[in-house]
């Protein structure tokens, strides 16, 4: 099979004035740069504590593995892929700027907890189970906020605010496990440290945080103005409730307790998130179903191309066979057909659901136009 050496792929973009866009550029150059210096006083304060050595350990024990857990991440979202400046962003701001926010407060509050209570211990366990559970889980959720408000083409549903929301919380799981596992290496206890933070619970945070995102998510998706307003603050509330207990276990009770939560509470509600993605998962396939029928019908997609759209075994199916007759270029082909079809679809069902940017009408012909290039595109690439 030759693929054309002039194959570009057709995106999908709407006009954008350059003024507006020199803006969004200087704003989000700021804003790295302010993320980053943020991140650097963090990990200045853990090397302060720990030493350089401490600090490099912990924050190698802490890297290396995210790779695979943003991986794992990642395979949950096989309808819609999440635009990687957004993922990212996330992440960062769990691991740089909710970071420095926890750090701040924590700090402050346990020190006028000791210094109300003359105890340093007192200080600790308010700090543990009372500051760090709002401070953080707020501090996280407030770049999901921004996202449900700011960025509603891209916020459609539970699986994308189970997405954002794991990011951060893996960011922000990160940053915290390099002081963890810093301390521990000057304790002399990294190995149980790692086994616990490392193996034993490296979803936590992510698990933590997945309760406000999944509040937000059930909220877009809902007609009901009560439902809508009262789910992303009772997200929220789940998510400190979850992480107070988690931390309340190992500072009031001891190891027993932790363990017993660990399998009584926190196995449980990770086995739960999954049946919540699965069902998720479900429905995005409905309304890919339900908002692409029309180009079914009217000869843009074939049986065969709407069939494999509706269904991730059949968007998997299509992009291996993509892959194995046609190499990456092929693959890439697929991967953004697969795309484009969604975006539509969804598109479609934010209109639907009464979510208008504007500009719907000049979205809509984007997204048909560049389906029906990748389409014809891929038509060309299969054997006869």
Not at 65 to 80: A, F, Q
Not at 211 to 219: A, E, H, P, Q, R
């Amino acid at each position: 099979m030759n693929i054309p050496q002039n194959y570009q792929a057709s995106p999908v973009s709407l006009p954008r004035t350059t003024h507006t866009s020199a803006i969004k550029v200087v704003l989000a150059i700021a804003a790295i740069l302010i993320a980053v210096f943020l991140g650097l006083i963090v990990l200045a304060l853990i090397g302060i504590e720990t030493g350089p050595i401490g600090l490099l350990i912990g924050f190698l024990a802490a890297t290396i593995p995210v790779p695979l857990y943003v991986v794992l991440v990642l395979w949950i979202d096989r309808y819609e892929a999440e635009p990687l400046w957004m993922l990212a962003t996330a992440f960062f701001w769990g691991a740089l700027v909710a970071v420095f926010i926890a750090f701040l407060f924590n700090t402050a509050s346990s020190l006028i907890v000791a210094s109300v209570t003359d105890s340093m211990q007192a200080g600790e366990t308010f700090g543990a189970v009372i500051s760090a559970p709002i401070v953080e889980e707020s501090a996280k959720a407030l770049i999901l906020f921004i996202f449900f408000f700011w960025k509603k083409d891209e916020f459609d549903g539970v699986i994308d605010g189970i997405m954002y929301a794991a990011m951060v919380g893996l960011g922000f799981a990160m940053t915290e496990n390099i002081q963890y596992y810093g301390r521990a290496v000057l304790s002399g206890s990294a190995v149980p440290v790692f086994i616990i933070r490392g193996m034993l619970a490296p979803f936590s945070h992510p698990l933590f945080t997945c309760m406000t995102g999944i509040g937000l998510g059930f909220s877009r998706q809902s007609k009901n103005m009560f439902v809508k307003l009262v789910l992303p603050i009772v997200g929220l509330l789940a998510a400190i409730f979850m992480h107070s207990i988690w931390n309340g276990s190992a500072a009031l009770f001891g190891g027993l307790a932790f363990f017993l939560t660990y399998v009584v509470i926190m196995v449980p509600a990770f086995l739960i998130m999954l049946v919540i993605i699965f069902l998720a998962l479900h429905r995005e396939g409905r309304v890919v179903s339900e908002f692409l029928r029309p180009d079914f019908e009217t000869g843009i997609l074939t049986h065969q191309e709407y069939q494999q759209l509706c269904s991730i075994r059949g968007r998997m199916g299509a992009s291996y066979t993509a892959f194995s007759r046609g190499g990456m270029t092929h693959w890439r082909m697929c991967r953004q057909f697969n795309q484009t079809a969604s975006e539509l679809a969804f598109h479609r069902s934010r209109v639907a659901r009464g979510i208008r940017s504007g500009n719907e009408n000049v979205q809509e012909e984007a997204y048909r136009a560049a389906l029906q290039h990748l389409s014809a595109q891929l038509r060309q690439q299969r054997p006869s």
